[in-house]
């Protein structure tokens, strides 16, 4: 973050929020404010990767199951097929598939493969829906989730969506803040923090 203010916000915050360039300095926040919203979002999406592949790669190389692969079979979405009642496929047009529903291996995959493709292709934002499809996959628990970092995203999210999705002439009246943005951002980045190492712990145990 310490770059993007260096760039973007003045050198010198005001605390009334006045400056001789007043235009330039409120467009200046809004990137700000864009752009550490990208930074969240890219940050949750490698970690929640790297220990997707941490679980996945101890799984190959030592069958070890940890909180992580738990939860990437539990909440990948995927059937949980019961056990096959032949080991062949019984038609042709079952013989792509037939793998996953007899081998741990096939499945487990598919759920690793599949939750990667979402960080990677399908996720769009840091809001509390995409906050819980991200870290209750690899094993943060729901209940262990700050409120105040749900609400502080939730807010960002409001926010950088005011600035992608609405012309300038009506944002105009906004009255966009360095300090402010500054403020919120500094508090969010606290709480970020505290997750963070919520992830190192799932990490430690993922990995072999």
């Known amino acids: 973050m310490s770059e993007l203010r260096r760039h973007l916000l003045p050198k ?23 752009l ?14 790297e220990i997707a592949s941490s679980a996945w790669n101890a799984w190959c ?25 032949t080991i062949d496929a019984p038609t042709n047009n079952k013989k792509k ?3 996953e529903k007899k081998y741990l291996d096939d499945r487990l995959s598919r759920c690793v493969t599949g939750f990667i ?6 996720n769009h934002g840091i809001r509390e829906a995409n906050l819980l499809s991200i870290v209750i996959p690899i094993g943060i628990e729901v209940d262990k989730i700050d409120g105040d970092l749900i609400f502080g995203l939730e807010e960002l999210g409001q926010l950088r969506g005011r600035v992608a999705h609405t012309s300038l002439i009506a944002r105009a009246s906004d009255g966009v803040d360095p300090k402010g943005e500054l403020d ?19 990490l430690d145990e993922a990995k072999c």
């Open 12 to 34: 010198t915050i005001e605390p009334t929020g006045s400056y001789v360039w007043q235009d330039k300095v409120e467009r200046r926040a809004e990137a700000f404010r864009m």
């Open 36 to 49: 550490v919203h990208a930074e969240i979002e890219a940050y949750l999406e490698d970690r929640a990767e």
């Open 61 to 85: 190389a030592e069958r070890k199951v940890s909180v992580v692969t738990v939860h990437l079979l539990g909440f990948s979405g995927r059937e949980m097929y019961g056990p096959v009642k």
């Open 97 to 99: 598939a037939w793998p």
């Open 117 to 122: 493709h979402f960080l990677r292709s399908e």
């Open 184 to 202: 919120r951002i500094r508090l969010l980045l606290g709480k970020v923090s505290v997750l963070d190492v919520q992830l190192d712990s799932l």
